[in-house]
């Protein structure tokens, strides 16, 4: 019977059902992991009942393995490629393929309703097979993927008869200039979120009205450079009830018929809470936009290269709501402040560069920071990408603001010292992990020492992220890190002075990581052979694109690129010829 | 790739490395018609001299481009520029001085490498090349005294051939013997006053210019931290505003100006500048900035509409040459026609 105090219930009287109901208000990926390892029958439940399954590595486990392990699976969320494959320092070949997951589950009996996958190499022929396996298919989301066409997208569009969300972020998609969008029959009309912002080609104006005009649902609207003016004001029009709308070509005469309807059309869009688009923009036209401003919450003009500073202050300034900003640092230190008076409910602020590499022409400092910390006290994420930073801007910034989750700062010329005493930028980022004790993901850059990463060893405990580039003067500096950060999931470091002692020092924590990667360090193949030796549950892989083969490389020589991954089926059997598996 | 599985294979190959390769770029292995532009130029410059004069106001075939002088290209390069420049005198001259000489100085040593072959072929000599450093993709972070190693570790799997359009600088420059066109750089209608970077950093070419240029000029692939899409997205929607926007000012001569090396192009308006020193030191200032070195972005603009001029500048004047390419495709010095 109990044991214990009577205020113990012994769970297990419980009958399956009522815990898997109680279950079901467990959502959290962690927290149904750390269910299911309470106890067998607990461990049963929960993986009968699980539908949702994030892979933040695709090659952490295969297609078989998790089928075997959730067969309720309803939902899965995949991630390729290592994050530094967004700056080219990842071959294209290098993997990630979704074939093989589609076409396992195609054959099993799992009803898969919902995909998203990040960096991932997308064919048309896994997305004809998607579109075709699984019936009840719901929700497509593709973030800077590749490998796919317009094609693919068609056969999404024909088959998947209950398709609510078909989303496109960012992906290198080949356009065949087919007629995707007509291929949503005429009985699709369970559109929610439809977005192909990221397609460069021309789109069937009228399969879209129409599309629109079916879809009663439809929430989110995300056009492409393609859609002009008219179409949009006509689409408004049939959609008022957007709450998320992208524009396409935002071009037209202020005096024109069009604008006007479009500024009618406007009005009535009054759930319209989240604006993006504008990659053709004529300024004069920005203020038909300013009566749905006060609703905003997210604002993203980062690619919005025809707006200058003065008409985004202009425009921003009717934003009172804005929770979250997107914008070209075209908008300048004093656009800046005027976001900091205006938008005091700003959490989340990306400042990207309109001129990558002329960091002498990047037109925020560190004064637009400042400003903005002083402004906006509930910021908490930060994409800051500027010419030049002080260690005082960045203690004052850490005082402003103690609730940074994300702080990613990116002075565009690297190895920058603070400008006003030459000294490296370890103080003002020490602040920042000192200050911000909610700080999960990290990315640095400047002039820096070891002792920044002694700071963040010692500070940053709750840091699962941490960009390093061109930083450090020795292994201490990695190591600092690796002993602090308890907590620390993924570290991605290229041209630092990081070696082999840094490197196995303390080999186990790298099955307590989700991936390693260095490049353009000290660290020689040796050492990494070494690694896989000892740990068989990594996967060291070399990217070496020289051409040479393994035999000819001596353990003494430097390895230019290591991606490590802690995984539980061994070597991948995709890898090109210039990935070597240790 | 060797390692087949499930038809992936199949499907990467076709549907990932063009589109990769594509990347909305259009780069291509070309051989670059250095050599024979230039030696169209000769054969056709003198007798297609009248046919210029009269067209003087046709400008928009023009193209401005600046010569990169290299210091330490293989022998044959050596050979290949010689042959081609003629007269010229290592020294590096002042190439903006309104001279009508047409003198193209410090172009011997001319980064081209790729001037009759595409990419690939060139990446074999490149041990032999201290100074030039190509990857498709970006640029490479070396520091001076590495720069003998860096061809190996910038190796990347493919080389579109993009690189060679940067390179034949010199051979270009080689028509300014022919120059004695009155040719003007074509204008370029747009009003925006500054290019956003074109590049795709996958396209860039990086030519380690290591004649003495300050060693401090790093290269750096990867940096800054921004996504591919967004850079190529920027790009092209800069160019895409510029014929938005409309009404250029009533004398705005806009011009684009690339840089060998640079990762995107920038544009000048002419009509701000009365002399071609003006021109060049604003250049110069322009890409001074630029301590990402040189990297030959030629196509990562995309292509270019024939009414488009660019000018090509280099981070130091005496190391660079400014030059153009004219209604005919030719590429010009800088400085021999009157700034009228």
Known sequence: ????????????????????????????????????????????????????????????????????????????????????????????????????????????????????????????????????????????????????????????????????????????????????LSCFPESCTSLVSLNFACLKGEINLASLERLVTRSPNLKSLRLNRAVPFDTLQRLLIRAPQLVDLGTGSYVNDPSSEAYKKFKAAIQSCNSIRSLSGFLEVAPRCMSAIYPICENLTFLNLSYAAGLQSNELTKLIQHCRKLQRLWILDCIGDKGLGVVASACKELQELRVFPSDPFDAGNAAVT?????????????????????????????????????????????????????????????????????????????????????????????????????????????????????????????LEIRDCPFGDAALLEDMGKYETMRSLWMSTCEVTLGACKMLAKKMPNLNIEIINENEQTESNLDDNQKVDKMYLYRTLVGHREDAPEFVWLL | MSSPLLGVEEEVQSNVSSPSVDCGLGLKERNYLGLSDCSSVDSSGVSSLPDNNKNNLNLKATELRLGLPGSQS????????????????????????????????????????????????????????????YTQKSWMLREAGSDSESPQSVGHGKYPGNS?????????????????????????????????????????????????????????????????????????????????????????????????????????????????????????????????????????????????????????????????????????????????
């Open chain 2, 74 to 133: 293989p022998k044959r390069e050596t050979e290949l520029c010689l042959l081609n420049l003629g007269k010229l005198d290592e020294k590096p001259l002042l190439p903006l001085l309104p001279s009508k000489d047409g003198i193209c100085s410090s172009s011997q040593k001319n980064v081209v490498t790729g001037n009759k072959r595409g990419f690939s072929d060139t990446m074999d000599g490149f041990s032999e090349v201290k100074g030039y450093v």
């Open chain 1, 1 to 180: 019977m109990f044991w214990g105090s009577r205020k113990t219930i012994n769970m297990n009287y419980f009958p399956d059902e009522v815990l898997e109901h109680v279950f079901d208000f467990i959502t959290s990926h962690k927290d149904r992991n750390s269910v299911s390892l309470v106890c067998k029958s607990w461990y049963k439940i929960e993986k009968y009942s699980r539908q949702r399954v994030f892979l933040g590595n695709c090659y952490s486990i295969s297609p078989e393995r998790l089928i075997a392990r959730f067969p309720g699976l309803k939902s899965l969320t995949l991630k390729g490629k290592p994050h530094f494959a967004d700056f080219n320092l990842v071959p294209d070949d290098w993997g990630g393929f979704l074939y093989p997951w589609i076409k396992a589950m195609g054959k099993s009996r799992i009803g898969l309703e919902e995909l998203k996958l990040k960096r991932m190499v997308v064919s048309d022929e896994s997305l004809e097979l998607l579109s075709k396996s699984f019936p009840n298919f719901k929700s497509l989301v593709l973030v800077s993927c590749e490998g796919f066409t317009t094609d693919g997208l068609a056969a999404i569009a024909a088959n998947c008869r209950f398709l609510r969300e078909l989303d496109l972020q960012e992906n290198e998609v080949e356009d065949h200039r087919g007629h995707w």
């Open chain 2, 164 to 340: 060679g359009v940067n390179v034949i600088l010199s051979v270009r420059s080689l028509g300014a013997q022919a120059s004695v066109k009155k040719e003007e750089p074509a204008n370029v209608l747009q009003k925006q006053p500054r290019a956003t970077n074109g590049t795709n950093l996958k396209q860039t070419d990086i030519a380690n210019n290591k004649s003495g240029a300050p060693a401090s000029r790093a290269q750096v692939v990867g940096w800054p931290p921004v996504r591919s899409f967004r850079a190529k997205t920027l790009a092209s929607s800069s160019k895409n505003n510029d014929e938005v926007d409309g009404e250029p000012g009533p004398a705005a001569l806009f011009v684009k100006v690339s840089m060998d090396g640079a990762p995107y192009l920038r544009k000048v308006d002419l009509s701000t500048y009365s002399t071609y020193r003006e021109l060049s030191s604003a250049l110069e200032k322009m890409f001074s900035c630029f301590t990402l070195g040189q990297c030959g972005s030629h196509g990562a603009a995309g292509k270019e509409i024939l009414s488009q001029s660019k000018l090509k500048d280099l981070l130091h004047v005496s190391e660079y040459v400014l030059t153009y390419k004219d209604k005919d495709g030719d590429w010009m010095l800088v400085g021999d026609v009157t700034w009228e």
């Open chain 1, 366 to 490: 560190e004064e637009g920071l400042v400003l903005v910390s002083a402004g906006c006290p509930k910021l908490n994420s930060l994409l800051y990408f500027c010419q030049r930073m002080t260690n005082a801007a960045l203690i004052t910034v850490a005082k402003n603001c103690t609730n940074f989750i994300r702080f990613r700062l990116c002075i565009l010329d690297p190895i920058k010292p603070d400008p006003v005493t030459n000294q490296p930028l370890d103080e003002g980022f020490g602040a920042i992990v000192r200050s911000c004790k909610g700080l999960k993901r990290l990315s640095l850059s400047g002039l820096l020492t070891d002792q920044v990463f002694y700071y963040i060893g010692m500070y940053a405990k709750k840091l699962e992220m941490l960009s390093i580039a061109f930083a450090g003067d020795s292994d201490k500096g990695m190591l600092y890190v690796l002993n602090g950060c308890k907590k620390l999931r993924k």
